[in-house]
């Protein structure tokens, strides 16, 4: 009886080194950085694989102090990632990113819809849990049940009051030394609107 877990075969991740070294034909950025990492922005994305900041905002190694979780939503681990960046790293630039077609938001839809209905809102796994948290921050406006842009940009402008709860973080806003921005990246075209 196996009483941990097993380990997976591990040839299918030879491919990530092909990758790294195909990277390391292209770019020499990293040496530049061995000294220390002075990004310019600091970026609250969702973990969604097509809406990589560093990618669709064409920015090298060490510009882009990057946050990800599903939804873009800002846990514990999340704000103290933030006030490393903004209280070591001295950034001053916050982006939040939401995109369109948000998976996460999308699950809080169906649990504004279970709400609307009347029926209970079962939270069990760590992503109820993280989809009721996305939930609680667009239910404020019914037309979020069937209106998934709007929803995402609810639940940015939520990450935004969320991060301002850390007073480290108030501090340096209200010092202006750190500017805040929400942004909308459009998984269907490719383009990013700030708002
Ligand atoms: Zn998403």
Redesign the pocket.
Known sequence: MLNSVETPAKSGFAELVVRNRRFLEKNTDYKELEGGQHPDFIVIA?S?SR?TPSIVMDSGLGSMFEIRT??GVVDEAALASIEYAVEHLGTEKLLIMA?TN????TEAQKLLRTSIAGKEIRVESALDHLAYGIYRNIAGNPDNEVDLRNAVIDNAKAQREALLKSSALKEAYQEGKLEIAIGLYDVSTGELAIL
Not at 102 to 105: D, I, L, S, T
């Open positions: 969702c969604d809406v599903a939804g995109h948000c998976g996460a938001v």
